[in-house]
């Protein structure tokens, strides 16, 4: 089964957060790495919005892309 995307994240994140994230066209994924906004103020609080590769990925397994997001959690917070 194929996931199709209507609202591509990084495009979501690009809009609330002024960041100039990669938006792919079509249904290839882009996002080959964690990627993180730059914070900005939301009511009052800051907020940072990350993106990440997804599961179902078009060039990475699910694996590789569990991997992809526990390094950098790893990386974040060890």
């Known amino acids: 089964m ?3 995307t209507t609202w591509p994240s ?3 994140i690009n809009i609330a957060s002024g960041s100039k994230f ?3 066209k079509g249904l ?3 996002t080959d790495v964690v990627q993180v906004s730059d914070p900005f103020e939301l009511d ?3 907020v940072t919005l ?3 590769p997804g ?3 078009t060039t990475k397994s699910d ?3 569990l991997r992809i997001i526990s390094e950098y959690l790893a990386s974040e917070w060890g």
Do not use: A, E, W
Request: proline letters at 4%.
């Open 2 to 4: 194929q996931k199709l």
């Open 10 to 12: 990084p495009q979501f």
């Open 22 to 24: 990669l938006i792919g």
């Open 28 to 30: 290839n994924s882009c």
């Open 44 to 46: 009052g609080r800051k």
């Open 50 to 52: 990350i993106d990440t």
């Open 55 to 57: 599961f179902d990925d």
């Open 63 to 65: 694996t590789d892309v």
